[in-house]
């Protein structure tokens, strides 16, 4: 059984990193392992945008030996973003071997609400789902309810459910029967990158 | 999408760029990076990308506004975004003067860009859809048939590619069975038209009542047995082409009819008073020598010089000789497929029949000779066997027949096609293709010889 290796960088609730085992293991027969908490690599911190580059995240996962198979998933509180891009929710490589997820604009308390501990949770399983969904190939999904629906907002991830559209789950079992979800296709996929 | 876009970031900084293709990837689209100028230009050389992420700013003597006038240079209808770390009025006028489709300042929202890449790609996929569309159409009537490597028809087709995007009237001439109407398609299959619809009408066909409400349309009662409003050819073809097939047989009314619909665009229904506008190209076509029939008084000048803005003339297979293995063996392959017969070519002696021969019915007799002798062929090749009926003295020779000496050559025309249509029990078709010549070939001589059918 391939696997799913979680490294938090920084403290991350330990609620929320349980909490997607179970979604992971339905939706991409992956299995879950939490791995020992990291620092947040001190080149992510840009100062002039007060915010960590999740493209150095991802790169730090790669870094070191695993198993072939693994699939390895940082998450992380601090918001995150790229040097295009505002902020982002979770980066992937697509087929890839490496995924990150943050948490920090998940919570209303981001936006000067008060915290909703349930809602972060909802949302961090369809954000995982859906960076999960991209190393295993697949791409955005026109379906607004399904994980892998494309979102620039807290309440596009709100219309979205736990489990893949048909059309997903029919992709995911496509790239199994093809292989793709083999050791092999992985360690190709994180070397070239 | 079948195919998917792709895309090229270009920036000199590693972590900007790889990021930003990562999630493009993530939105499917099939993404490359390169980390200048120079290397961009050497990638759009090799690939055709959708669209370009240019960074404004770049080391290395070219920057981002050069880097897309070079790349427009080498496909003028591919997207730029030009990225920018700092808004500068001036040059955001220059970047869009320059022919960027946008220019970003970066970073910027997700959903900003996210909508800004999908309204461009949406607007790919419908122009790509109507490149499609049009090349289908173009390869099924532009290429099909119009096969040719002699060079007046290479000049036809060039000026069929130059006159379809143009919304003059066409007049083609040429015998029958040289492919007018094969030449009225591809203009209209090739030009911005081709998505509408394209009608065709043989003039020669109707009497002139029915070809008037054919073309015109006609109102409820108009007529005795107009119990029913109809629309008209020229209706029909709205916004498209309307394909005028033996001009040269019609009426005097109908030509000044036709004439006030070509200078006016607008049309009345037969029995009816409701001015119709019109869009419509006219193609005419005839076998007849217009320029006479004007001399003659029995065809409008004022129409002719109305028709005759661009004029093809299509020559006569005898005087394109050197097409006629092309075409054999394009027929071959098209008839033999429908016919389901295993026939791949022509023998030499076989081809050496056709070569010989004066096509008077044209393409369409070639067609129909081709046709004729994949029924009857019995192995893999067309032989000079399989052609014997086009030589009928020596059928005769071998069969023991001699011509009768004692009939005119007209007599001998009647009783031969009487034969034929005996043994085809009336079937005109049947009849014309076994003789070698073209239906209304055939009609005509039925007319001629009164003929009962
Ligand atoms: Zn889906
Ligand atoms: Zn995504």
Redesign the interface.
């Known amino acids: 059984m391939n696997r799913l290796l979680v490294v938090s960088f920084g403290p991350v609730s330990p609620d929320l990193l349980d909490a997607i085992a179970d979604p992971v293991w339905r939706s991409y027969d992956l299995e879950v392992h939490r791995r020992a908490e990291r620092p947040i690599p001190a080149d992510a911190w840009d100062a002039k ?1 007060q915010q960590h ?4 995240l ?1 790169r730090t996962l790669l870094v070191g030996a695993r198993d072939p198979g693994d699939r390895l998933l940082g998450v992380t509180a601090v918001d995150l ?8 929710f979770g ?4 087929k890839g071997a490496a995924a990150v997820v943050s948490t920090a604009r998940l919570d209303p308390s981001f936006y000067g609400l008060s915290s909703r501990p349930d809602l972060v949770r909802r949302r961090f399983i369809a954000e995982v789902i859906h960076e999960v969904g ?1 190393t295993v190939g697949l ?2 999904c026109a379906e607004r309810s399904c994980p892998m629906s ?1 979102a ?2 807290v309440e596009a991830i709100d219309q979205k459910g736990e489990e893949l559209c048909d059309g997903c789950t029919a992709l995911v079992h496509d790239f199994k029967a093809a292989g793709s979800l083999t050791a092999e296709t992985l360690r190709r996929s994180s070397r070239s990158q | 999408m079948n195919t998917k876009w792709e895309i090229l970031v270009v920036d000199d ?1 590693e ?2 760029r ?3 293709a ?2 493009l ?4 689209y099939l993404v490359d990076t390169v980390s200048c100028g120079r290397e961009a230009i050497g990638r759009a050389r090799e690939k055709d990308y959708a669209l370009y992420f240019i960074d404004l700013k770049m080391p290395g003597g070219i920057d981002g506004i050069e880097t897309m006038l070079e790349v427009h240079k080498l496909h003028p209808e591919a997207s730029v975004i030009i ?1 920018t770390a700092y808004a500068t009025v001036d040059t955001a006028i220059a970047a869009m003067k320059e022919g960027a489709q946008e220019y970003v300042v ?6 900003e ?2 909508l800004l890449v999908s309204r461009i790609i949406k607007v790919k996929n419908l122009q790509r859809e109507n490149t499609i569309l049009r090349q289908k159409l173009a390869r099924q009537y532009h290429v099909h048939d119009i096969l040719s490597k002699n060079s007046r028809m290479h000049q036809i087709l060039d000026l069929i590619r130059e006159v379809s995007g143009l919304k003059s009237t066409v007049l083609i001439q040429g015998e029958s069975g040289t492919g007018k109407e094969l030449v009225a398609r591809a203009i209209h299959f090739s030009g911005d038209r081709a998505g509408k619809p394209f009608i065709g009408v043989s003039c020669a066909a109707l009497a002139e009542t029915l070809l008037e409400s054919e073309l015109f349309g006609h109102e409820k009662g108009s007529f005795t047995g107009a119990t029913s409003q109809k629309k008209g050819k020229f209706e029909m073809a709205n916004g498209g082409t309307i394909f005028l097939d033996e001009i040269g047989d019609i009426s005097p009314k109908l030509q000044m009819d036709l004439l006030r619909v070509l200078q006016e665009r607008r049309l009345y229904r037969v029995g009816g008073s409701d001015e119709l506008e019109v869009d419509v190209r006219v193609i005419a076509a005839t076998n007849r020598d217009l320029p006479k029939a004007v001399q003659a008084g029995t065809f409008r000048d004022d129409l002719y010089y109305r028709l005759n803005v661009i004029t093809i003339t299509i020559p006569p297979l005898r005087d394109r000789r050197d097409d006629i293995p092309l075409l054999a063996q394009h027929f071959v392959q098209r008839l033999s497929h429908e016919l389901g017969r295993p026939v791949t070519g022509i023998s030499e002696e076989g081809l050496r029949i056709l070569l010989e021969r004066d096509w008077p019915g044209n393409v369409r007799e070639l067609e129909n000779a081709i046709e004729r002798a994949l029924v009857t062929c019995r192995g893999t090749t067309l032989t000079a066997e399989d052609f014997q009926f086009l030589v009928p003295h020596e059928a005769a020779a071998t069969s023991g027949w001699q011509p009768p000496t004692d009939l005119t050559l007209d007599e001998v025309e009647r009783s031969v096609i009487t034969a034929m249509l005996g043994r085809t029990r009336g079937n005109v078709k049947e009849a014309a293709s076994l003789l070698g010549i073209d239906r209304s070939t055939l009609y005509d001589r039925i007319k001629k010889y009164g003929i009962p059918r």
């Open positions: 945008r580059g999740s493209e150095v991802l973003c790229i040097p295009m891009l505002s902020f982002v980066q992937a490589q697509l991209h791409v955005h494309l620039t907002a | 900084e972590i900007m790889d990021s930003m990562a999630w990837r993530e939105d499917g990225i970066k970073p910027c929202h997700p959903q860009i996210s």
